[in-house]
C-alpha cells in the first residue's frame, strides 16, 4: 500500500462539518468587516519568500520546499500568505492605486518541520491583509477580527499577546543594547544564534532552543526604545481595544518568527495545543510592498491555522446541516411528480433530495434521517390525486398537506 508522505493529512468527510463551519465563519466575518478574497498562487519564485520572510528565519532557512522548475528557475510552495499577497498587491497595477485594500485569503501551506500534534507540513490557513494605511485602527481592526472568529468557532479560552518592535528608526538602538547582552552570554547561545547576533539579533528572542529561550526573561525590551512615533502608535492600538472591551496581554519579547514585522505584532494562543500554544499571529510590516518593488504602503494582516483551530474545538457540538428536504414517492407518476417538484426546488436554492429507486416508505424515510433532511415530502397515489403532498417536519413530527405549487413557500416561510 502507498501511504501518504509525512506531515499531511486527508480530511474526511466526518471533520468536513466542523471544517466548513470554521472557514464559514471567518468568511462570514471577513465579509461584516468588508474584505475582498484574494487567491493567490501555491508556489512563488523562493526570492518572494527569502526577500518577505528574512533569510535568517527558520521558516526560509530550513522549512521550505523549494526545486527547480524545468528552466532552472528556483520555485517554492508557499510557506504562508503573506509574502505571495504582497507580491501580487505590489505587482498588480489596479489594486495597488486604491486608498485602502483589504483582503482575505485561505489555501494550503507548506513548511518541512518536524511533524507532531497541530503541526504539519501541508497545513491550511486563512488571513486578511490591509494596504494602503498606517493608521493604528486597523492593527485595532486586524486583532478585532481574529477575536471575533475566534469566538463565532467557539474557542472559549485563549490569550492576545501583543507587542511593538518598532520602526527602522528606533529598533537599530534596541539592537544594539540586544546584541551587548547576548554577547556576553555567547557561549549559550546555539550555532543559529551565534550566527544570528550578528545578522538579526531579534531573532534570538524567538529561538526555541532551550538555552537560548532561557536567557530571554532579563534581556531589554523594546518597549524602552520606541521612537514617540511608535509609541504613541502602539498606544492607540491598546486604547482601541480597551473600548472595545478586546482584552489582551503585553509580551515584550512577543517578535514573531518572520522579519517583516513593523511595530505591532501579536498572537492568539491557548493552552489546549500542548506545545504548538499559538492559533493565529500577525502584524504590521510598513516596508515589505516597497520591498517588492512597490511603491513604499504600509500594511498589516494575520493568519489563522484551521487544522489548529479545528482541534481546540475538536469537542464541540457542531451545527449540523443536512438536506432541507428528502422526498418520497411510490414510483410511477409519483416519481415523477417528485421530480418535477424537487427540480422545481433545487432551481429555486433549495437542497433537496430523493432515491429513485422504488422502495418501502421505511427504507425511504430511514434514508431521510441519514441526510439529515429538515423535511420529508410524501408523494403517494392519494397526494398525487389531492394535488397535494404531505409534508413532515423531521425535527418536530408535525404534518400537513400542502399543494404542490405551495412547497417552496411552506419550506422557507
Ligand atoms: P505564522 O504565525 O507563521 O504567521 O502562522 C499563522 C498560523 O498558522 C499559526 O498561528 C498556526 O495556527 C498556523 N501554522 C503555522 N505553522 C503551522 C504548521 N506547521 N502546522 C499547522 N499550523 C501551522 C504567518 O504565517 C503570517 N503570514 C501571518 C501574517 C499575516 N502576518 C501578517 N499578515
Given at each position: 500500500m502507498i501511504s501518504k508522505p509525512p506531515g499531511v493529512e486527508d480530511i474526511f468527510p466526518d471533520r468536513i462539518d466542523r471544517w466548513n463551519f470554521v472557514l464559514n465563519s471567518a468568511i462570514d466575518t471577513f465579509r461584516r468587516y468588508n474584505y475582498r478574497e484574494l487567491i493567490v498562487p501555491?508556489?512563488?519564485?523562493?526570492e518572494v519568500f527569502a526577500r518577505?520572510?528574512?533569510?535568517?528565519t527558520d521558516i526560509v532557512s530550513k522549512e521550505m520546499f523549494t526545486f527547480e522548475d524545468r528552466g532552472g528557475r528556483s520555485l517554492t510552495l508557499r510557506p504562508e500568505g503573506t509574502a505571495g499577497v504582497v507580491r501580487a498587491y505590489a505587482e498588480n497595477g489596479e489594486y495597488n492605486r486604491l486608498s485602502v485594500c483589504k483582503f482575505f485569503y485561505n489555501g494550503p501551506m507548506f513548511r518541512a518541520e518536524k511533524p507532531q500534534k497541530g503541526r504539519l507540513r501541508q497545513f491550511n490557513q486563512f488571513g486578511a491583509e490591509i494596504f494602503g494605511s498606517d493608521d493604528p485602527y486597523y492593527d485595532y481592526e486586524i486583532i478585532s477580527v481574529v477575536d471575533e472568529i475566534s469566538k463565532a468557532v467557539g474557542i472559549d479560552s485563549y490569550t492576545i499577546l501583543i507587542n511593538s518592535i518598532g520602526c527602522r528608526e528606533c529598533r537599530g538602538s534596541y539592537m544594539e543594547k540586544l546584541r551587548e547582552y547576548y554577547r556576553s552570554k555567547e557561549?549559550?547561545?546555539?550555532p543559529d544564534c551565534k550566527r544570528r547576533?550578528?545578522?538579526?539579533?531579534?531573532r534570538l528572542l524567538d529561538c526555541k532552543n532551550e538555552s537560548c529561550a532561557a536567557l530571554k526573561s532579563s534581556a531589554p525590551v523594546i518597549k524602552d526604545h520606541l521612537c514617540r512615533e511608535c509609541s504613541d502608535h502602539f498606544m492607540k492600538v491598546k486604547q482601541y481595544l480597551d473600548i472595545s472591551e478586546v482584552q489582551y496581554t503585553e509580551d515584550p519579547?512577543?517578535?514573531?518568527?518572520?522579519?517583516?514585522?513593523?511595530?505591532t505584532t501579536f498572537e492568539f494562543v491557548t493552552d489546549?495545543?500542548?506545545?504548538?500554544?499559538?492559533f493565529a499571529g500577525g502584524g504590521r510590516y510598513d516596508y515589505l510592498v516597497e520591498q517588492f518593488g512597490g511603491k513604499p504602503t504600509p500594511g498589516v494582516g494575520f493568519a489563522a491555522g484551521m487544522e489548529r483551530i479545528n482541534l481546540i474545538i475538536e469537542e464541540n457540538p457542531i451545527p449540523e446541516k443536512g438536506t432541507d428536504l428528502f422526498m418520497i414517492h411510490t414510483g410511477g407518476d409519483t416519481f415523477l411528480k417528485s421530480l418535477e417538484i424537487l427540480h422545481e426546488l433545487r432551481k429555486n436554492g433549495l437542497s433537496v433530495d430523493i432515491d429513485?429507486?422504488?422502495?418501502g416508505f421505511k427504507a425511504q424515510f430511514k434514508r431521510a434521517d441519514r441526510e439529515k433532511a429538515t423535511f420529508v415530502a410524501i408523494i403517494g397515489e392519494d397526494e398525487l390525486a389531492s394535488g397535494s403532498a404531505s409534508v413532515?417536519?423531521?425535527?418536530?413530527g408535525e404534518q400537513e398537506k400542502v399543494p404542490f405549487d405551495n412547497i417552496y413557500n411552506f419550506l422557507t416561510k
Open positions: 501555491v508556489m512563488e519564485f523562493t518577505g520572510i528574512g533569510t535568517d557561549d549559550k547561545l546555539c547576533l550578528e545578522t538579526n539579533p531579534l519579547y512577543l517578535v514573531r518568527g518572520l522579519d517583516y514585522y513593523t511595530k489546549k495545543l500542548g506545545g504548538q500554544n499559538a429513485p429507486g422504488v422502495k413532515k417536519n423531521q425535527k418536530t
